[in-house]
């Protein structure tokens, strides 16, 4: 499998989140890194700041994060 971006999320003129599946040395991964540009978004490059998962540790994030939206829902109320 080669690289696939998700989802990218902003978080400045020049930098942003990417939220990829990508493969390393044959086994492939779910990444979160911070990219960023110096070209008004012409490329955008990675930088050291990310997590990598591997595929056995996405249900563990995904729980995580549902509990994160439960716990923001409740503070909202």
Do not use: C, H
């Amino acid at each position: 499998m080669a690289g696939k971006l998700l989802a990218t999320i902003e978080r400045s003129a020049t930098e942003q989140l990417q939220i990829s599946i990508s493969e390393y040395r044959g086994k492939s991964y779910f990444n979160l890194r911070i990219f960023y540009t110096t070209d008004d978004g012409a490329t955008w490059l990675p930088t050291k700041k990310g997590v990598t998962f591997a595929p056995d540790q996405l249900d563990t994030l995904s729980d995580a994060i549902e509990e994160a939206k439960k716990e923001f829902m409740t503070e909202e109320e």
